[in-house]
């Protein structure tokens, strides 16, 4: 879970970003077009952010410094539509009360509901020699 916290900051930055972005073409991004265009290009800024790191070397910053890796069932980096699979699940559990996390406290292999649903896992990483 300190991942998540980890996690959470990440997103926050994104947010933070995607804000100043549209705020400097538009200062009033509260209405009309340009809250849409805000929520638009914060959601596809974090989904990039996520699809990109699963896809790439299957670590986001947090995962990388907790040590974990999201991979597929047969051990392999995600493909773009799992990894996109992934990110759906997540982000529908997560605004479902945080549902996806919770159920890593019942399930047998502690996984999460998007990585049991969704075909992937988290992997421990082991230390590296650097």
Not at 3 to 17: D, K, Q, S
Not at 107 to 125: E, Y
């Amino acid at each position: 879970m300190g991942g998540v916290l980890y996690e959470t900051l990440v997103v926050i930055a994104l947010a933070m970003l995607a804000s100043a972005i549209i705020t400097a073409a538009h200062p009033d991004a509260t209405t009309g077009w340009a809250q849409t265009l805000l929520r638009a290009v914060l959601v596809l800024m974090i989904a990039a952010y996520f699809l990109l790191c699963w896809t790439r070397s299957g670590q986001t910053l947090a995962m990388k410094t907790w040590k974990f890796r999201v991979v597929a069932q047969n051990g392999k980096t995600l493909t773009l539509p799992q990894a996109a699979w992934r990110f759906a699940l997540a982000a529908l559990f997560t605004l479902a009360g945080g549902i996806g996390f919770w159920w890593a406290l019942v399930d047998k292999d502690k996984q999460f509901l998007h990585d049991r649903l969704g075909g992937t896992r988290l992997v421990m990483v082991g230390k590296s020699s650097t």
